[in-house]
């Protein structure tokens, strides 16, 4: 019964979708620009947000839980209802643009750079990982003060070591940081050359790009 | 160390186009440094879901390991992948320019920029796919704004006005700056002007997105003193043509520029 429902909801949904004329697309795009002129953000972003609010509605035909703008009786009785359904979406989101802002600083832990490209490419059972990990956490021991060790017990008894839990405060997991990274030196194991990041083999074909080359990297992706 | 070369940079540079760390996140192939001892980053591309082949200096992304000061950004323009999150450009760089990490000239900074990006290209009709009307895709804005509207130190600097917005007695500004004649405009705000007996009062629209536009903004209010002061008598009369005079000014308005406050 429900899934039925949901099949009703969607072709009506798609119906009116495709009954919105130009001149009615023409007003809603107008509506975005006011949006974001309201907001003080770009107003040149207006087409941009209502297909953002166009795609929205149409994730939310698949009915999964918490994706899209979900269409509801109201907003499918007629064509007037539909399109305040598109603005009240385009409106918000044009809200989430402005008001979501998000700190880094929210994050939970931090990686440890020098660590992680060492330890991504061995395997944890491995000799040289255990020695290298014992001893890192021997002179973090030795060296950082009492305040850090909680921090440095709770990365020690974490599974993944590439990332520093924030156990205490987000100074001290800093702090442990920077040490593990100045004993990592001390112990000459040090980035040589360029730093690779982690999705990039040591196989992989790399070649050299000029700004005109550039131009082309944004190819339409296989979805 | 000399405290002032400690704070080179940021410096942008072609280097090898590594594989790209997602379908959705391209590597540009350009990498910033900035700082002694050298930092370094390098620059991805966030591709919208519904508009992969648009490119806007606001999608352009730097690595989460790359950025070692924490910093607000929007997480409508951050990417998450299995490799780690990718954090919007724009964000950063107003982070390590407050911070004083850095010290280059903001105008030579965005224009060494603007040459190694991609042209841009902003989300059109013609990228609505889903739309199944064939409606006339909108006219693009023209790639040089007319000129002479703004004060002559602004124009000269870069700054020009790209969308006149008249509504209820008062005139809204899109200020972009502009590094070289067909260039990208760099957003640098929306400035809210109204015409009363004593002269033109006026403010920023809200801080708008984080990012380098709060630094142009910085910039944009050096250069000129006071909101009276930003338009030439001939932006005056295009500005505000069918604009009424308002004898009663808007209580957010002022004479001097208001300090931006930080998000919070």
């Known amino acids: 019964m429900a899934n039925h429902l949901c099949f009703d909801i969607t072709v009506r949904c798609r119906e009116l979708l495709a009954s919105i004329t130009s001149e009615e697309r023409t007003k809603l795009v107008e509506f975005a620009n006011y949006r974001l002129k309201y907001y003080g953000m770009r107003e040149h972003r207006d087409e941009e947000l209502y297909q953002d609010a166009v795609c929205a509605i149409i994730r939310g035909w698949d009915g999964v839980d918490g994706v899209g703008r979900k269409a509801n009786d109201w907003c499918l009785q007629d064509k007037a209802h539909f399109l305040k359904f598109v603005q009240g979406a385009i409106r918000s989101i044009a809200n989430g643009w402005y008001k979501n802002w998000r700190s880094t600083q929210q994050r939970h832990h931090v990686s440890a750079d020098l660590l992680y490209e060492m330890l991504m490419g ?17 002179r973090l021991y030795q060296q950082a003060p009492s305040r850090l060790w909680p921090t440095i017990t709770a990365w020690k008894n974490s599974l993944d070591l590439t990332k520093i839990p924030c156990t205490t405060s987000r100074k001290h997991r800093d702090a442990v940081k920077k040490l593990a990274q100045k004993i990592l030196a001390e112990m000459a194991i040090t980035r040589s050359g360029t730093k690779s990041p982690a999705w990039v083999t040591s196989g992989s074909q790399a070649h050299t790009v000029t700004p005109e080359a550039t131009a082309g990297v944004n190819e339409p992706f296989d979805s | 160390m000399n405290a002032a070369t400690a704070k080179l940079g940021p410096f942008f540079t072609t280097s090898e186009i590594q594989p790209h760390p997602g379908k959705r996140v391209h590597d540009l192939g350009i990498v910033m440094t900035w700082g002694k001892p050298r930092q370094e980053a390098r620059l991805y591309h966030n591709l919208r879901e519904n508009a992969p082949k648009a490119f806007s200096f606001d999608f ?46 903001i105008f030579s900074m965005l224009a060494e920029l603007d040459n190694l990006l991609p042209k841009e290209r902003l989300v059109t009709a013609e990228d609505d796919k889903y739309s199944p009307i064939s409606s ?22 870069g700054f020009r006005i790209t969308t006149v917005s008249p509504e209820n007695g008062r005139v809204s500004l899109e200020i972009d700056w502009l590094p070289k004649p067909g260039g990208r405009l760099f957003f640098t705000g929306i400035l809210e002007l109204r015409q009363i007996p004593a002269g033109i009062s006026g403010l ?13 903004q910085r910039e944009f209010q050096k250069l000129c003193a006071s909101p009276n002061a930003c ?34």
């Open chain 2, 60 to 105: 352009v992304s730097i690595h989460e390991d790359d950025a070692i000061e924490d910093f607000d950004y929007q997480p409508t323009l951050a990417r998450e992948t299995r490799y780690g999150t990718f954090f919007p450009l724009s964000a950063y760089l107003a982070k390590l320019y407050e911070l004083g990490n850095v010290n280059r000239n």
């Open chain 2, 204 to 216: 920023w629209v809200f801080p708008g997105p984080c990012g380098v536009n709060h630094l142009l």
């Open chain 1, 122 to 138: 061995q395997h944890k059972g491995h000799v040289e990982y255990l020695d290298l990990t014992r001893e890192l956490f021997k």
């Open chain 2, 231 to 264: 338009l030439t008598p001939a932006g005056i009369k295009h500005c505000f043509k069918g604009v009424s005079t308002q004898t009663q000014m808007s209580a957010r308005h002022v004479f001097v520029w208001p300090t931006i406050c930080a998000l919070t």
């Open chain 2, 136 to 157: 006339k895709p909108k006219p693009q804005a023209p790639a040089d704004p007319p000129t002479g509207l703004l004060a002559t130190e602004l124009e000269m600097q």
